[in-house]
């Protein structure tokens, strides 16, 4: 069906679950409960859950199939943003011309960025391509201001032209970003009991282009084309002596997930519409690396375990304070309750750099193929389970 | 001309730290094969050696001073140092004054044991891992170690003087015949210069004229004909990583008086020296120097008034577009050797 | 943040409490009801404190973080009061606000406008915050400023110096305690003037961003139209680390004035590279070289340690002042963290203040009721002297003060002095003022 593999399909349907219902499944504790802090499931997060999600499956196509470690993937990122705040500066508030834009704009910087820095390999393409990201960044930052508001970052103003669509609202606000009249900021909220689900729009556009991108991915992997890249990660020398160029193809490689990376930043600017240079820093290209490796590099679903991983630790564990600790323990007695919450102190709040640090480390010395393999083995140990209570032999094949 | 020899200086003195980092890392890529995202924090650590060292020496109990008054109103405190009760006032503040060049003393050991539990608690199990791996690794590494600085000592930079006997500057103006104050440099970033020019050349020295030297010179054009010679090749490779620590600190505790130390600072450095190391070329120490320097003095050359007239923003960029050119002119850059981390 | 997510926390509590049993579902909220966004229907209301935890800034966020939670206390009827027995308006009585019990959330910017933007909506969207205060840079400023006005919630900006936060990126529900760059010149200049004569040649070095350029515009204005003339003014890269090359040309370019358009790590790392390089011990144009810092901070200070003493500079607010608002909250922060309070936390202290008070003459957590009760609002007894939170652009006036590095700290908190407290008048300028020029506030939003 739809081109793939049962085992795909299985996978698919999977990810299309969780990416459906996850209003439901982040938000597992009652809103006002002392667990609640743990909820993800707010409009924002989610978005970023998908968005982040987008740029390393991208990024997974280049690094995961053909092994070049792009350190600058962050340059189209924010190439895509800037692109698509300025359709919502000159054309009109709608996310289709931003989106499409923006790809646009991240594939052309894709083709030069990678023409040049694919002639050479390795680690040397690495640096060539971290050069670029950060030369763009400085120069976003300060030179080219005009352009991208430098510091502040570009943002739409009641001033900007729009010429499809209005300047101003009619009681003097800033027109919101939608998709044919749809805000993307709209968002009911259900109530079952205790528990607050919210369903945003933008969410659920994010979720299906990323739904969208997924398929993509996996039909990428699985294609001819695909194969021809794990070629090139394997030896590029024999393809070479088969008669092969490898460049087109790592082109190729290149220029997609460069559109991906575009393609997110723009659904970024149009969830939020601001783009601020750090997008395009090398802390921000390094933090796609970290999520594919995290996650697993060169499985379909790695990345974006590895992506709503990051993101979780970054806006959950960063807004844990003294106060919700001391709310959590507040039933042991007096001396030990402040022992405990001296000890996780260092942990939260301003400390999660801290925690995220220690996972990553914790992370790839007991689980070599990322989150992807902690899943794995907790499916296998399941499974030997299984097997022995009704003696068939547990299948090894990796999933994928 | 007077503009240029101080870019001249101000390059070399750059250059020096580039070099130093860098100088370290590609010991460690080109001995065991290990891409080390912890180097900058590393630097770092060094630097808060000396910090450590000046808290130490610092190290105060309280004398109520009924005549001055604290912001709350309350009798004033005043430290006083342990070691003006021990070596009387004089020579106690004296001590307290050189703590920066006391920290040498003080780090080498320090860094060598921090750099060998490194290698044998964590990098040893990554040397068959994929390079992924040990960027994920080490970059966890890193931001363990600085967040541990961090809530020891704060975000806040910390000031570190050197000595009073090298504030001031020399004019070297006078010397070459222009007006005085014309190039004038200060004493602490001649020593800084002086400092790394000794330090690359005893590793340097160290590489080639010692047997141990030789060894890991030779495990690094070919470490499996050095193991299959019987030489035990990973005990050797842990010195080196203990001496590459060491190298990377010494830069941080000569660095700390230049700009107070804080705990990104080995972050801010870490992109950089890894440009540096690259352009060098993979595994080629000179390389490594050569890269350091040219890129400090291009940096430095390009931040004058009359370039950035020219190309507004060209210092922003200089290190990176000289990056791109170099490495699209030399694949494998200055000094590089073939098949070192091409794939 | 639309129309329908009527429901709130109250909502929530009542339908807790009379369906736990029943577990009757499915309220797909209908949208008349709400008054406008997070209204706080339950007896607390939740304020969301952003403030930058990690990065370079991130003492001074801790500094800021315990200034809201001891006005938290205050508000809430703890502690010794602080300033709320100071305050002209005595609508405050400890009772929370409007009898709500006063609830936060914290979050980190991490000094970038993505990260901070992404805290506030957080705050926003899960926690009902109804108001967001905080953040250590212009850039975070004014990008969640944008946020609030385009969520219908009040900003009350922490340390934003940048002209920009009420000139051309001013907001309608944004509002500024801080003093700014243009205030900075104002008090800086005659001072300047006075001690180092009129006739001076001034080199800048300018931070390349934002911030730096419309800090360079005003104090260039400032000093050229006391007689000063700019020699230079050259643009350096943020976080540059090492201003070695931007220093080294100084003393030879006939500039007898170093101005450093620094903050933060910059202003710490090119000031102590400054002194390093002798400027301050040479003669030029047959005077002592001198040295300037325009925006001064305490942490910044501590940061360039020896090389501070003697250097001329603006601050908001110090805690040596002497007026009763400032003795109150040195005595209630001393008390309660064993040091006195930097100019951030001060800022963020008297905002949050100043918002709760706001509240409470308007009788609504309404966004456009609580402004309309800021606009224009005159007060007293929060340090710095009567103040007016101007209704045409949301800058509040009051005193500035030019203060230099002490040269006998008695602590390391003792590092400043005050050279002279500015008065407002001198500081005031017209909201159409060309530095200011090119935004609008545009409509208050509130989100309904």
């Not at chain 1, 999977?14 to 609640?36: C, E, K, M, Q, R």
């Not at chain 2, 630097?47 to 005549?67: G, I, P, Y």
């Not at chain 2, 120097?289 to 950035?308: H, I």
């Not at chain 3, 002497?322 to 109150?328: N, R």
């Amino acid at each position: 069906m739809l081109g793939l593999g049962k085992k795909d399909i299985t996978l698919f349907a999977v990810v299309a679950v969780l990416a459906l219902f996850a209003p439901f499944i982040l938000n597992p504790f009652p809103a006002g409960s002392s667990l609640a802090q743990f909820n993800a499931g707010y409009p924002d997060l989610m978005q970023r859950f998908v968005i982040f999600g987008i740029f390393a499956i991208g990024f997974n196509i280049l690094f995961g199939l053909t092994g070049y470690l792009s350190f600058g993937h962050a340059a189209f990122l924010g190439a895509g943003s800037y692109s698509a705040v300025w359709m919502f500066k000159l054309l009109s508030m709608n996310v289709i011309p931003a989106i499409l834009l923006s790809m646009i704009v991240a594939g052309l910087f894709a083709v030069v960025i990678g023409y040049v820095s694919l002639r050479r390999s390795g680690i040397y393409f690495s640096i060539l391509t971290l050069a670029f990201a950060q030369m763009s960044y400085n120069l976003a930052y300060s030179v080219l201001t005009p352009i991208t508001n430098g510091e502040t970052g570009l943002q739409v103003t009641l001033d900007d032209p729009r010429v499809l669509g209005q300047t101003a609202t009619a009681d003097g606000g800033i027109p919101v970003t939608n998709l044919f009249g749809l805000e993307m900021r709209h968002f009911t909220t259900l109530e079952l009991g205790p528990w607050q689900f919210q369903f945003s729009v933008g969410y659920y556009l994010c979720a299906i282009i990323m739904l969208i991108s997924f398929y993509l991915a996996i039909r990428i992997f699985r294609s001819p084309f695909g194969m021809m890249l794990r070629a090139v990660k394997s030896n590029q020398q024999r393809m070479f002596y088969t008669g092969l160029n490898a460049r087109p193809y790592t082109l190729a490689a290149f220029v997609i997930s460069g559109m991906y990376a575009g393609l997110a930043g723009g659904l970024m600017a149009s969830m939020d519409p601001l783009a601020g240079a750090e997008r395009m820093q090398w802390t921000a290209s390094g933090e796609v690396v970290l999520m594919t490796i995290l996650g697993g590099a060169g499985t379909l679903i790695g990345p974006v375990l590895g992506a709503g991983f990051i993101k979780y630790f970054e806006n959950i564990f960063s807004k844990i304070n003294d106060q919700i600790l001391h709310g959590w323990v507040a039933w042991l007695p007096d001396g030990l309750e402040d022992l405990v919450v001296a000890l996780i102190h260092p942990f939260v709040g301003k400390g999660w750099h801290l925690t995220l640090g220690l996972m990553f480390m914790l992370i790839v010395i007991f689980l070599p193929g990322g989150l992807v393999e902690g899943g794995q083995r907790i499916a296998r140990s399941l499974r030997r389970r299984k097997s022995t209570d009704d003696g068939k032999s547990a299948s090894t094949e990796p999933a994928e | 001309m007077d503009a240029v020899i101080l870019q001249i200086l101000n390059g070399l003195d750059k250059g020096s730290a580039y070099a130093l980092i860098a100088l370290g890392l590609t010991l460690i890529f080109g001995t065991l094969g290990v891409v080390n995202f912890a180097h900058g924090a590393l630097f770092m650590i060094g630097a808060f050696c000396a910090v450590t060292l000046n808290r130490l020496l610092s190290l105060s109990h309280q004398v109520v001073d009924e005549t001055q008054k604290d912001f709350l109103g309350n009798p004033l405190k005043v430290d006083v140092p342990y070691v003006n009760d021990i070596f009387g006032e004089a020579t106690g503040s004296a001590i307290i004054d050189w703590s920066v060049p006391l920290a040498i003393l003080f780090s080498i050991p320090v860094m060598i044991l921090i750099g060998v539990i490194m290698e044998r608690g964590l990098i040893k199990h990554f040397y068959r891992r994929p390079h992924a791996d040990q960027i994920l690794v080490t970059f966890g590494l890193a931001i363990v170690l600085q967040e541990i600085i961090k809530q020891i000592y704060g975000a806040n930079p910390i000031p570190t003087p050197a000595p009073d006997a090298f504030t001031g500057s020399f004019d070297f103006g006078v010397l070459l015949g222009f007006d005085p104050n014309a190039v004038i440099y200060p004493y602490w970033r001649l020593i800084y210069f002086a400092f790394a020019a000794v330090i690359i050349g005893a590793v340097f020295a160290f590489l080639q004229f010692t047997t141990f030297g030789m060894v890991v010179r030779a495990g690094m054009a070919d470490r499996e004909t050095v193991g299959l010679l019987g030489i035990n090749i990973d005990r050797k490779f842990t010195i080196m990583f203990g001496l590459a620590a060491a190298v990377a600190g010494l830069a941080g505790v000569m660095y700390a008086p230049i700009n107070s130390p804080n705990y990104h600072m080995g972050m801010d450095f870490l992109v950089l020296s890894f440009v540096v190391v690259v352009v060098g070329g993979m595994g080629s120490l000179p390389g490594a120097v050569a890269a350091g320097f040219l890129l400090g003095v291009l940096e430095s050359f390009a931040s004058m008034n009359e370039v950035k007239a020219i190309l507004p923003g060209i210092d922003q960029i200089i290190i990176y577009l000289v990056a791109i050119i170099i490495l699209l002119t030399r694949p494998r850059g200055l000094m590089g050797r073939k098949g070192v981390m091409e794939d | 943040m639309s129309k329908s997510n009527v429901t709130r926390r109250g909502v929530l509590r009542t339908g807790a409490v009379a369906g736990a049993g029943v577990a009757l579902p499915t309220i797909f909220t209908a949208s008349s009801a709400r008054a406008f966004t997070n209204e706080p229907t339950g007896d607390t209301v939740t304020l969301g404190f952003n403030v930058p935890q990690t990065g370079a800034y991130a003492d001074e966020g801790a500094d800021e973080l315990r200034a809201y939670e001891l006005a938290v206390e205050h508000l809430n009827g703890g502690g010794d009061g602080g300033m709320l027995s100071t305050f002209s308006s005595q609508v405050l009585d400890g009772s929370g606000i409007m009898g709500k019990k006063v609830e936060y959330v914290t979050g980190d910017t991490q000094t970038k406008s993505d990260a901070a933007r992404a805290s506030a909506k957080s705050m926003i969207e899960k926690d009902r915050a109804v108001m967001i205060t905080g953040g250590s840079s212009s850039g975070v400023a004014i990008a969640v400023q944008g946020l609030c006005q385009e969520a219908g919630v009040i900003f009350m900006a922490g340390l934003t110096h940048s002209n920009d936060t009420t000139g051309k990126d001013k907001k309608a529900n944004g509002f500024r305690h801080f003093f700014n760059a243009y205030m900075s010149g104002a008090a800086l200049a005659p001072v300047l003037a006075k001690e180092y004569g009129e006739d001076r040649k001034a080199y800048h070095l300018t931070a390349d961003y934002t911030w730096g350029w419309t800090q360079e515009e005003s104090i260039k204005a400032a000093t050229e139209s006391l007689g000063w003339e700019t020699v230079e003014t050259v643009k350096t890269p943020v976080g540059a680390g090492d201003f070695s090359s931007y220093i080294a040309p100084v003393l030879n370019s006939g500039a007898d004035i170093l101005v450093l358009n620094h903050y933060g790590g910059d202003m710490v790392n090119s000031l102590t590279n400054a002194v390093q390089f002798g400027l301050r011990e040479k003669q030029a144009n047959g005077k002592n070289f001198e040295i300037v810092v325009p925006l001064f901070s305490r942490l910044m200070a501590r940061g360039a340690g020896e090389s501070i003493k003697g250097i001329l500079g603006s601050t908001n607010w110090h805690w040596s002042l002497q007026d009763e608002g400032s003795k109150a909250f040195v005595q209630s922060f001393g008390t309660k963290y064993g040091f006195p309070p930097s100019q951030a936390a001060h800022t963020c202290y008297v905002q949050t203040l100043l918002y709760a008070d706001a509240v409470q003459r308007a009788g609504s957590f309404d966004p456009c009721a609580v402004a309309e009760a800021l606009e224009g609002y005159e007060f007293d007894g929060l340090g710095n002297g009567p103040t007016l939170y101007r209704a045409e652009d949301h800058q509040c006036f009051k005193d500035v003060l030019v203060v230099r590095g002490k040269e006998n700290p008695t602590s390391e908190f003792d590092l400043l002095e005050v050279v002279e407290i500015t008065p407002r008048s001198q500081v005031e300028y017209a909201p159409d003022h060309p530095m200011f020029s090119g935004g609008s506030l545009g409509s208050c939003n509130s989100g309904a």
